[in-house]
């Protein structure tokens, strides 16, 4: 847990450096403060789509990260937990003896002056943080939002009540710094396996944090989840079934896990005494949030292109499953970029059977992130997992070719992405749909198809 230096230590900043801006979190912190008239700037690797609107609303942002980069006026630098101890501004700010903070250690301060609602959950918590913040914003309890994507062009929302609507993070247990009261748990499954033993250790976790909750709060799960369950038996507060919420299923975004994430978002409205119709009305205008199931646009031979986060099994699988339901006629194409040596080798099986709604697996190479080259994982190996069902042996061949039939017709690896492109290029037609799909680079490849 961590020891604050100052209750006041946001309050009192003037010039905060963030090192790792572009994060979708520690950006949403960067634009809190500068909405309370502070001076901002901060780093990050690489040029996004977040910080360019973090440039648009004000914060000089720099790509690279050098010890020059560090301002000599700055009296609080906040960091990602991303970064490594070796990183050259977090040790120039550490010799030139700057207050800091880490992400997590930012929200338990905020988190600590609010009446919090966490959305957790290994997948789905992105979609209902942003379900949640909509009813609650439309029906006038004008919340604070922190979500982990990007709603109409931005990750937080500053409001004036006493409510803080945050997307709780279970990587290196960075929730734990919530103090929810409200605590939701979409779902719970292996992930970020890098970090956590097994299962066990996932829901000590989870279980750590639900034990905050004070027994006039409430934990908001599908109690009929097995994973849940030691979570559920052991927590003080008044537990409710999302799963037996009512909803009239008028979503414009597809899928029963969006469906799912609609009832979730109702019981906490209903925990909110948010009228039900009202809320129903709201949750049937949600258009979804930047890269789940994001339309691109077309090609110039009509073929649709659409982006998504998926990363993990179960969102590959939810994600397809969606498109599939929209999109009952169309050649699916999904371009996967795995994301971490480590997950992809620990979840290689689920992996395999999570791509069954798919017409055809692109593979790009594995974005490693913040890990080191592993040898024994690659997508290769992953295209092998995935061909092993399916019969007749599969060949490369042309996209048009492709009878429109329902299973996998077509597993195949590309060593980069303009190996992709070109692949795709001379094939697609308007019968088809390319859904990029991974945490990593992947949706560059949509973006350049949207170009011939």
Known sequence: MIVLMSK???NQAQHIYFIGIGGIGISAIARMMLLEGKKVSGSDRDETKVTEELRKAGAPVVIGQ???????DCDLIVYTNAIGQDNPELIEAK?????????????????????????SGTHGKTTVTAMVAKIMIDVGLDPTVIVGSLISNTNFIMGKSKYFVVEADEYKKSFHNLEPSILVINNLDEDHLDFYKDLADIQDSFLHLAKKIPKDGFLICNTKLPNLQP????????????SEIKFIEKLLVPGEHNRQNAKTALAVAEVLQVNHDEAVKSLSQFAGTWRRFEFKGKTGQGALVYDDYAHNPQKVKAALQGAR????????????????FSRTKLLLKEFATAFVDADEVILAPIFPAREVFDPT????????EIKKPLQPPLVRGGLSDLPLIRGIKGVFTFP?????I?????????????????????????EALLTF
């Open 8 to 10: 006041n230590i946001l």
């Open 66 to 72: 050098v010890k020059e980069n560090v301002p000599a």
């Open 95 to 119: 010799r030139l003896g700057v207050k800091m903070l880490t992400y997590p250690e930012t929200l338990n301060i905020i988190s600590k002056e609010k009446y919090t609602i966490a959305v």
């Open 231 to 242: 979570i559920i038996k052991n927590v003080s507060c008044q537990v409710i079934d999302y």
């Open 325 to 340: 339901e929209m999109f009952p006629d169309k050649n699916i194409i999904v371009v996967f970029q795995p994301h971490l």
């Open 377 to 384: 994982i690659s997508s290769e190996i992953l295209a092998e």
């Open 416 to 420: 980069d992405f303009d190996s992709i």
């Open 422 to 446: 070109s692949y795709l290029k001379p094939h697609l037609s308007e019968k088809d749909l390319v859904i990029t799909m991974g945490a990593g680079e992947q949706y560059k490849i949509g």
